[in-house]
């Protein structure tokens, strides 16, 4: 079977779309990714084994012409790409670089999936689910954008839980990141609250921009951090930390839930639909995390210091995230892709109109 992903443009849609290429080539499909032509895929495939191959960032733009002749050259590019590829069905992570190729396939009459990683789902996949055969979605709660086509998965996650516990050091660890980009405002409460978290230890994820400003700020606090804009081994990362401060994004979201880490969740205010607060309010609601507001940031270093402090809430926290978790998510969207790459379309047809 050929599967053709589009995926990238972020780590939130890179990074699944990359779990669930690992698990069809495991049982030997060949496999194509569309990314865009960004630093954060570049660097996050610098090390894959997998046939890639990049097209131009789209992303909206405030110039509709721009956007629209942009929109054009990709769907050209896919169609030469399904033509080459002949994939036998084709999968969309999200975002502005897995449309064209859905729309592409579409055209060629190839079978579709989108996956739809957030609670409310973003302007791409709005724009194409009316269009392809099934969608996968990370949320149950995603599932009434789509009538008629869902089936929940969970999102994919890229690392695999240590099944060994780490050892860990008397101090506290919190990681700090916002995401493949990281999170300026974020970083800025950090820096902030350093001198009444002089205790405490970071790993901190800063994006391109923050990483010097922030090495200073840890230093001229008198306080150990491993601080670096982008960390491509996020498993060690994950099992070093005790307590997590984050965006909301769904990838990150499964992440935590994989390794059962605790979190205070800070969503960010513009993301389509809000999207990343309802995502949080189901992490919240569950007991997994704390949510933050942007605008309450200035309380983030004592949200931090009652955790830091409060083994036991931790340890709840942990067991409630690792309920949310969905290990078994890139199996799941690979046996969909299998049923409808093998003539299985018109029988998920028949089970969804029983």
């Not at 270093?301 to 083994?311: I, K, S």
Request: glycine share 8%.
């Amino acid at each position: 079977m050929k599967v053709l992903i589009a995926c990238g443009g972020t780590g939130g849609h890179l990074f699944p779309g990359l779990a669930v290429a690992e698990t069809l080539q495991k049982r030997r499909h060949e496999v194509r990714l569309l990314v865009s032509q960004k630093a954060v895929d570049h660097t996050a495939l610098a090390q894959a084994q997998l046939s890639v191959r990049a097209l131009p960032a789209i992303g909206l733009q405030r110039n509709p012409v721009r956007f629209a002749w942009r929109f054009a050259r990709a769907f050209r590019d896919c169609l030469d790409e399904c033509q080459k590829f002949q994939p036998h069905v084709v999968l969309g992570m999200g975002g502005f670089t897995s449309a064209p190729a859905i729309l592409a396939a579409r055209w060629r009459k190839v079978p579709t999936v989108i996956h739809e990683s957030n609670t409310i789902p973003g302007k791409a996949n709005r724009l194409v689910g009316r269009f392809v055969d099934r969608v996968a979605v990370g949320f149950a709660e995603g599932g009434r954008f789509f009538p008629g086509k869902v089936v929940v998965t969970g999102t994919p996650v890229r690392p695999a839980p240590a099944p060994e516990p780490v050892p860990k050091n008397s101090r506290r660890v919190v990681l700090v990141m916002g995401g493949s980009q990281g999170a300026h405002a974020i970083n800025e409460a950090v820096a902030r609250a350093l001198p009444a978290l002089t205790g405490v230890e970071f790993i901190h994820l800063t994006g391109p921009k923050d990483e010097a400003p922030l090495r200073a700020a840890y230093a001229a606090a008198g306080i150990h951090a491993t601080v670096m804009s982008f960390c491509n081994t996020m498993e060690s990362v994950y099992r070093a930390a005790d307590l997590a401060v984050t965006r909301a994004g769904a990838a990150t979201l499964t992440e935590l839930a994989a390794f059962g880490l605790p979190a205070v969740l800070v969503p960010y205010p513009h993301a389509a639909g809000n999207h990343q607060w309802h995502n949080a309010r189901v992490f919240e609601r569950a007991g997994a995390a704390r949510l933050l507001e942007e605008n309450d940031l200035h309380r983030l270093g004592a949200v931090v210091l009652g955790l830091v402090e409060d083994d036991a809430s931790r340890q709840q926290m942990s067991a409630k995230m690792k309920t949310l978790a969905a290990p078994n998510a890139a199996e799941r969207i690979a046996d969909l892709l299998e049923e409808m790459a093998g003539g299985g379309k018109r029988q998920l047809e028949l089970d969804l109109a029983a």
